[in-house]
């Protein structure tokens, strides 16, 4: 819309006053970086009964990877803001690709032919471990909330209608997980077998496959926590013998120059006589 059909105008304007600050920087440099808090090898055991596609003449190999949903860190105990003592729950799952072996339908006396096939299964896990913490802890500072209460004009009895609160709250950096490394160990039977009279002697099939597995996963628990920089802790005491040490070295530099100028003096009477002594 132009100017010409009347619409143009300040909508509105207002003053802003300036807002006061209070400093709160750090007194040394300070940087803020994740900070490991624990590291701790957890032993998971799970089993699980896995039903296969086609019937299996054996396995051929199995591989595994895990996968991390969940990894929470419950504070149980503290000493002031620091927390001493906590609960880890793990929950995720084990992803396996089975690769095993078929048996066709007209094998043999002395042999059997098949197809190579796979099967991948997701093995859920969770499990609550305990972690107490050493000299490095997670930092968490609670809310603080007060409450006044006034006293009535009969000085008898409260005042309902009025009350007066003060609030403080504290938002905390998150402790978070990081997966370091994976060990298993793993035992897998086959069940529901077909003993099937066309399969050669000892030759038989199984559709489920049941398996027992200790797994000990590594975790890393982190948090966010400013950390001072070494070269800005420095003592007032060092400062004071950094000054000493200064000005002893000023005072020797200014004896030097009171030295070579007497040797100058020396030379120089020697060579031009006493009457320029005065000079020096």
């Known amino acids: 819309m132009s100017c010409h059909d009347g619409d143009c105008r300040v909508v ?10 209070e400093k ?3 007194h040394w440099p300070t940087i803020k970086v994740p900070l490991v808090l624990a590291e701790r090898e957890v032993q998971v055991n799970v089993e699980a009964l896995i039903s296969l596609d086609e019937p299996a003449l054996e396995i051929k190999r199995i591989k595994k990877k895990v996968f991390l949903e969940q990894c929470k860190l419950v504070p149980v105990d503290f000493h002031g803001k620091w927390v001493t003592k906590a609960k880890l729950y793990l929950r995720g799952f084990i992803r396996k690709n089975i690769e095993y072996a078929t048996a066709d339908t007209s094998p043999t006396n002395s042999a059997v032919c098949g197809r190579i096939l796979h099967t991948t299964a997701h093995v859920p896990f969770q499990c609550v471990t305990e972690i107490r913490f050493g000299k ?3 930092e968490l500072s609670s809310e603080k909330v007060e409450e006044f209460e006034f006293l009535g004009q009969d000085e008898m009895s409260p005042q309902l209608e009025k009350t007066l609160f003060s609030h403080e709250v ?3 950096e998150q402790p978070f997980c990081e997966l370091v490394k994976v060990r298993f160990h793993e035992l897998d039977m086959g069940e529901d ?20 597995i200790v797994m000990h996963v590594t975790v890393k628990v982190l948090q966010k926590q400013q950390v001072p920089l070494p070269w800005g802790h420095k003592d007032d005491d060092d400062c004071k013998d950094h000054d000493k040490d200064h000005d002893k070295d000023r005072c020797k530099d200014k004896d030097h120059d009171k030295d ?11 060579d031009r006589g006493k009457g320029h002594k005065k000079d020096c």
């Open 12 to 21: 509105e304007s207002t003053t802003l006053g300036e807002c006061e600050n």
């Open 24 to 26: 709160h920087d750090p």
């Open 136 to 138: 490095v802890k997670p």
């Open 170 to 172: 504290f938002f905390n």
């Open 193 to 212: 077998f077909d003993f099937d009279d066309d399969l050669p002697r000892k030759e038989k099939t199984f559709r489920k496959l049941r398996e027992k």
């Open 260 to 270: 070579h100028d007497k040797d100058r003096c020396k030379d120089h009477d020697k």
